[in-house]
Structures are given as C-alpha cells and as structure tokens.
C-alpha cells in the first residue's frame, strides 16, 4: 500500500501539470492555510492586541496581509478590496521583473556554458575543428605562446563547451602554462556566422583540422571558403590547413587562397613511415624536432651577417646548430654548399632551445687542440658493420638486405610501397607475421580503413611479433603505425621498433608552420626519402673511435663530408640530444650515432667510397638543386617491380 509520503507527492506531481493557475490557486491556500492560523495565534496572545473580536480579527487581517504582502488594510470593505487589489499589481509586476532579469542571466550563463560567446582577442591561435591533432596541436601552441604576454589559444568546433574543456584540462596542467588562456567555443567552423564570434581577421594563426568523418576533407574546404568570406582577400591571416586524403590537397589549396598552407596528413604518414623503416630510431629524433620542448627549428634575420659563407655562419654559432637558409622569396636551402654565401635578404635557418636570435661569434674560433685537428684531418673510417640482429644505420644501411615486409594495408600502403622502391627497397606484403630472417626491416600498417579502431591491428600484430621474437631469438627492426599516441604505451614494442603515431606528427608540424610559416617547404623537404633528409649516422664516420672532442668537431667534420649536423644519440640511450652544447668533451665510440641533414646523393656516395677524398664533392653537387629526387641506382628496377604488386588484393 502507498505511504501518505507517495500519496501526497502524487497529488503534488497531478497539481503541477495541471498549469500555472493551478499550481498558484493551491499555493494560495496552503499559505493562507499557514499564515493565518499563525497569525491568529500571535494576536491572540498578544498583550496589547484590541480587547474587542472585532479589533483582533482586523489585527490577524493586517498581520496576514504585511506577511504576504496583500495590503493588510481595514476599514470598509471597498478599502479593503482595494488594497488587496494593489498588492497584486505591485506583487505581479515584481515578480515579473525578478523573473526577467534571472532568465537573462540564466540565458547569459547558459550561453557561457555552451561556448557561444564572442571572442574579444588579438594575435591568438585560432584552432578550427576537431580531430585526433587536437591536444597535440594546442599542447604545442600552449607552449609557443608561454613566453608571450597576453596570449591566448582558442578552439572552434562543433563539440560541447565542457567535452572539449575537459579532454583539454589535462592538456593545460601538462603545459604548466598559466599565463596563456585557453577558451573554447562550439558551433560549426564552416558557419560564417560562427566563426565570426572567434575574431579570425584578428588571429595570429589559424589552424584548421580535418574531423574524423568520412568526409573531413569536405568539411575542411568549407571551412576554408568560410574564412575567407569572412576575413576577406584583402587582410590576409596565417593559415595552416590539414586533409587526409592527397586527392583532396589542390582543391583545399584553391579554397585556402595564395600564401596558406596545407598540408597532407596521409602523404606526410606515408613519407615519415619510409624514412623511418630507411633508418630505424628516427621516430623520435623527428618528434623531438617537431615539439616546442627542447630544441626546434627557427627562422632569424640577424643584420651584420651578410656576406659570410654558410662554413662560417656554422663555426659562427655558438649556442645552435645553422641547418640552412631561406632566400628572399620564402624557398628553403637546407645543408647548403659550404661556400654559399648569405645574401641580402635571406634568413638563417638554425636549430635553437627557443625563438631568442642565437650567440654568433665576430672572430674566428680559437684553433682547436691538436688531437681534434688530427681527428678533422683523418679520413672517414669504413662504415661498421652492424651485429645479426642489431639495426643497421648510417653508413651500414646496404650491410642488410633491402627488403621489407609490409603487414596489414591502407589508403596510405600503395604510397608508402612506391617512396620504399624509389629508395631502392623491395616492399613484400604478408597477411600474418612470418618467421622473417633478421635482416629484414617489418612495417605494420594501421587497420583497413572504415575500422572504427585502425590501432586494434598494430597492436595484435606487435604482440605477435613479439612473441614470435621471444620464440626464436631472432629481432627485427620493426616501424609500426599508430593513429592514437594513448595507444603508444599499450604497444608491445621491443628495443628495435619504432612507433610512428602519424596523427602526433601532423599536430606539431601544424603548431610548427602556424608560428613560421617560412619553415613549411623546410619541413616538407625534410620529411622527404629522397633529396635532403634528416638521417642517422654512426659517429665514427666522421671522427675515429674513442676521440676526445666537443660537439663542435663533430659538426665540423660533418660540414665537411657535406652534411650538417643537428645533434646526437648515445650508444647507450634511445633518446636524441638535439643541439646539445657545443664546448662539452666527450668520448665517442662505435654506438654512438650523430644526427645529420644530408642529400641522398652525399649520402649514399660517401657510404659506398667512404676513403676517396672526392666523395664528399661529388655527392655535394650531385644533389644540390632544390627539388631534385636522387634516387639509388638499383632502385628503377625495384620501382617497376612493386608497381606491377601495388593493386594486388
């Protein structure tokens, strides 16, 4: 049976959805039903009420009505109804009002809350859309801009205010920024009248990510096309743009207008997989080039320094590493001849710890003791071999055989198959890991595309690698592919797999070029398995084992061989030590690996004649001019080959 509890929140519930003229007939008189016996009460034993009936009953009437404010009057009737009368207009039209200004505010507050409010900033970092970059990019914007004043990054997507705010909260306590203001708001990017609340024209950047649907790319040229209706041709704004697919770049180009920049997720995937399966561990020397911690790439106009050779701009810096230079009309010369002179007009491309113009030196360093000098005077030792099993670098990259087994397949296969064979590597596909010879190189695809989890087939094709691994003692170098960088800690990965999170790259390289546009061609040459490329080579190459040297002399003796040094990696560490100081004495062994920009052309001509003095030139010029893909000469006949194998099922 219903408690009296029920039954009486039942008959509440009943009179409530009855209406208004209901709800407030009863609440009349339940405190009509409160107040006057209450009322009564008091004048009754009240000492100095009226003695009369009458008198207290016009007391318990006055009492009543100040209590809810009725009028409370006595006298005639009239009189009486009268103020009664007006004490519902004064009560109506005060609660009118109070009701009006709580539901502006309640409507302001919800507006907060749902993220629809103008931004009022100028010089942000405007990020529109959502995807997978999304807390990668605006961790590194958040970073960019901590040593700004008044800074702020915001983000427009079609996304709740408090899903985006949360997902990107821990973003914020990571970066340890407070004070940079992070602020999100949600309507759709591709809404001119949405992306009007967010002060495009008055962006120092902006940035627009592809979604993770089907059709992203579409949804990316919208967005284009409604930033500059709203913008307009004639104040143009730093525009970094991302699609997935490469048959959809020229159409997103044409929508983003001259001087944007978009990029090729899929594209720069497939370049970043091949240049990592070519040299095993590069994964995270790239990443480390691309975040805003540590050392990263700047553009700086010094005057005073015009007329100097790129040789004497690189002995010059004392607290970064010169990697190139960028001409007058934006295009990029990375590792350039030594007697390149910097010209008026161009900028000096250096490695630094942040955006503060490095230390150059007006003289001539002190000449260097005799033991390093005998160092740069030796000739290149011949390359290493590397130990069965071990992941051959550098100069022993031909000790292995150039052939790779590609396991699982994507859009991005068929791309990845043709930079492998144009670099001289036979891609051979399998369906489930077989007992491969430990020269092999592995590259696990992410999953089909359309799988609502691509990771699910790296990971269960990493675990049984890795159990195959610990059955037969055998280890291959292994690059696998993860769209997810929370899924990096789940991969079962050994010493020698590298793991290429393609979304995590996209993001800083957004973050990178959104700060200086000048560095996208740069980028985009480096990110390239041909021409100039960021490689690994063993430090022996360039100065004999067990030498005592700083940083400088490595630098030195690779300037001279053609390459441009960027850092190094010890023997006993997985991690890079981009730009590291350059006056620090330390002994270098065979383990020890130098990180270096260099053409294809240097490269593989000092690799296979790594004793004759002309080496070094002849590769020089071989692959100086911008632009030009030099290829292995055993690659033509591989690249053929896998042609014919790229439409297999």
């Not at 033991?371 to 031909?398: E, F």
Request: hydrophobic share 45%; aromatic share 4%; charged share 20%.
């Amino acid at each position: 049976m219903p408690s009296l509890r029920d039954r009486t929140q039942y008959w509440v519930d009943r009179t409530v959805v009855k209406g208004m003229t209901a709800a407030a007939g009863w609440l009349a008189l339940v405190c009509l039903a409160v107040v006057a016996p209450a009322s009564a009460l008091l004048v009754w034993t009240d000492n100095r009420s009226p003695d009369t009936l009458q008198g207290k009953v016009a007391t318990v009437w006055r009492t009543v009505g100040q209590t809810l404010r009725i009028g409370g009057e006595v006298g005639p009737p009239l009189r009486m109804v009268l103020s009664v009368l007006l004490a519902l207009v004064s009560l109506l039209y005060v609660s009118t009002l109070v009701g009006l200004v709580t539901t502006a505010i309640t409507d302001r507050l919800t507006e907060l809350q749902r993220g629809q409010s103008t931004v009022v900033e100028r010089g942000h970092s405007l990020v529109l859309g959502w995807s997978e970059q999304t807390p990668t990019l605006v961790a590194e914007l958040l970073a960019a801009h901590a040593q700004r004043r008044n800074s702020a990054v915001v983000v427009l997507a079609d996304r709740d205010k408090l899903d985006m705010e949360r997902e990107l909260r821990a973003v914020l306590a990571a970066a340890g920024v407070r004070r940079v203001r992070l602020l999100c708001r949600r309507g759709r990017p591709a809404d001119p009248a949405a992306l009007a609340r967010v002060s495009p024209a008055a962006a120092g950047a902006v940035v627009v990510l592809p979604p993770d649907t089907p059709e992203g790319d579409t949804q990316v040229v919208k967005t284009l096309l409604a930033l500059r209706a709203v913008v307009g041709d004639t104040r143009p704004v730093r525009v970094v743009a991302a699609v997935r697919q490469t048959r959809h770049v020229a159409t997103a180009r044409l929508a983003a207008g001259p001087g944007a920049v978009v990029l090729d997720v899929d594209g720069i995937a497939a370049r970043t997989l091949v240049q990592c399966v070519i040299e095993p561990g590069l994964s995270l020397v790239l990443e480390d080039l691309l975040d805003f911690a540590g050392a990263e790439l700047h553009v700086h106009r010094v005057p005073g320094l015009g007329g100097r050779t790129f040789a004497e701009l690189r002995a010059a810096c004392a607290d970064a590493c010169v990697v190139g230079l960028v001409r007058p009309d934006g295009s990029p010369l990375l590792n350039p001849p030594p007697q390149t002179v910097l010209g008026p007009g161009d900028a000096v491309v250096v490695l630094a710890m942040n955006e503060t113009p490095p230390t150059w030196n007006g003289t001539p360093a002190a000449e260097s003791p005799p033991t390093w000098n005998a160092a740069l005077a030796a000739p290149p030792p011949p390359p290493s071999q590397p130990s069965p099993g071990q992941a051959a670098t550098g100069s022993a990259i031909h000790a292995v055989p150039r052939r790779v087994l590609v396991l699982g397949w994507n859009r991005r296969g068929p791309e990845v198959v043709d930079g492998l064979a144009r670099n001289g590597w036979e891609a051979v596909r399998e369906e489930t890991p077989p007992t491969a010879d430990p020269a092999d190189r592995v590259l696990v695809l992410g999953g089909p595309d359309g799988h609502p989890d691509p990771d699910e087939h790296t990971l269960v094709t990493l675990l049984r690698l890795r159990a195959a691994e610990q059955e037969s003692g055998r280890r291959s170098p292994t690059v696998a592919e993860l769209t997810d960088a929370r899924h990096r800690p789940l991969a079962p990965a050994g010493p020698h797999t590298d793991l290429v999170v393609g979304g995590r790259l996209v993001g800083l390289l957004m973050a990178q070029v959104s700060q200086t546009v000048e560095l996208a061609a740069a980028f985009d040459e480096l990110f390239s398995p041909a021409g100039n490329a960021v490689r690994l080579r063993p430090a022996t190459d360039y100065v004999p084992a067990g030498t005592e040297a700083p940083f400088a002399v490595l630098v030195e003796a690779a300037g001279r061989q053609g390459d441009t040094a960027l850092g190094y990696r010890p023997g006993d560490s997985r991690i890079p030590l981009l730009n590291p100081p350059k006056a620090g004495t330390r002994r270098w062994a065979h383990d020890d690996t130098l990180i270096v920009v260099t053409t294809a052309a240097t490269y593989h001509h000092t690799k296979t004649n790594p004793n004759d003095p002309s080496a070094q030139i002849h590769g020089l010029e071989a692959g100086k001019k911008l632009g030009e893909h030099v290829v292995d000469p055993v690659a033509e006949s591989l690249y053929k080959h896998v042609r014919n194998d790229l439409n297999k099922p």
